[in-house]
């Protein structure tokens, strides 16, 4: 993987086909490190599984749950000095309060710290591929945090128009591209200011 | 600024339009979009179907859909054609510029783009 935001949409996707009703994409960028959460409420795995899933010689072809995706991530995170942690609460345990927790933490002055890229390509990817699934986005940086709850956009959306018309993938891309630029020429305003 | 009202307008603009869209899907274009095909480079090439097919006004009887892996990694990005009545069409290795060929030349057109698709990659 060229950039973090495809092992974000890699690993997502496990939480669609886990039958997540909600996948959370949280990123908190600090000083030197960016930790990247991606919480589901799907079915979730058994300790057994949760074990394997970051081993890519493990799972065969007819068994696999999940595959390479969790050890790319897990690789990317480590190179940087950074890890992976995994927790997961299976439905058959916990029918109330189930699913899954990827955790990846990257020093971002790490010379193999991969480039961010494109997020927004990557949550537009998602929500056009998963319109019934609920996306809630948030990356928390210098400046104002940058969001996106596809719940929010459901209800003002109601039950006539997917979230996946092309209309409304457009508004997204914007609305996010907005946030991210707004932020950008805030800080640059504050940089004159002091200069 | 975007604003939600703003998606209460496009609301308003499409609720008609979608009901007429239901059940005329003539076409599905379907993306690989496993670990395979994120790798290899599937998320821009969606989004080239995506809006090629809108900028295209072909949007009323074509659907662009993901599914997961479908066995042939190594040749990702893999894109399929599904049509009624004629056989599926398997493109391998796309890119987002032959994307944009395959939507003028074969949806619009009619014209399956052979050098792009799996028979024509193992022939060579």
Redesign the interface.
């Known amino acids: 993987?060229k950039e973090l935001s495809?092992n974000i949409?890699?690993i997502a996707?496990n939480s669609v086909?886990a039958g997540a009703a909600l996948v959370q994409i949280l990123l908190t960028q600090r000083q030197d490190t960016l930790t990247i959460t991606i919480a589901d409420n799907g079915c979730g795995m058994t300790p057994e599984v949760l074990r394997s899933v970051t081993d890519p010689f493990y799972t065969t072809r007819t068994t696999r749950k999940v595959?390479?995706?969790l050890p790319?991530l897990k690789l990317a995170a480590e190179q940087t000095g950074g890890s992976v942690r995994l927790t997961s609460r299976p439905a058959g345990e916990d029918p109330e309060n189930h699913g899954t927790e990827v955790t990846a933490l990257f020093h971002t002055n790490h010379i193999d710290c991969p480039p961010m890229g494109?997020v927004s390509?990557?949550l537009?990817?998602l929500i056009?591929?998963h319109p019934e699934t609920d996306f809630l986005y948030r990356h928390e940086r210098p400046g104002k945090p940058v969001e996106l709850d596809t719940r929010?956009?459901r209800e003002?959306?109601?039950s006539?128009?997917?979230l996946n018309?092309?209309?409304?993938?457009q508004?997204i891309e914007?609305?996010l591209r907005?946030q991210y630029q707004?932020d950008q020429t805030n800080q640059e305003n504050r940089e004159e200011t002091e200069t | 600024m975007k604003s939600l009202a703003e998606l209460a307008e496009i609301r308003e603009r499409m609720k008609d339009k979608i009901a007429l869209r239901e059940g005329n899907n003539e076409i599905r274009i379907v993306v690989g979009m496993a670990t395979c095909g994120i790798a290899a480079g599937a998320r821009p090439v969606l989004n080239a179907f995506v809006e090629g097919v809108n900028a295209q006004g072909l949007e009323d009887h074509v659907t662009v859909t993901q599914t997961g892996c479908i066995g042939i990694c190594q040749y990702e990005p893999v894109v399929e054609v599904f049509q009624a009545g004629k056989d599926k069409v398997t493109y391998v290795k796309m890119t987002a510029e032959k994307a944009a060929r395959v939507i003028s030349e074969h949806i619009k057109g009619g014209k399956v783009v052979e050098e792009y698709t799996i028979t024509y990659a193992k022939k060579a």
């Open positions: 993987m495809l949409l890699d996707e086909k595959g390479l995706g790319l494109d390509a990557t537009m990817t056009q591929g929010r956009l003002v959306l109601g006539d128009v997917p018309s092309f209309e409304v993938l508004w914007e609305y907005e707004t």
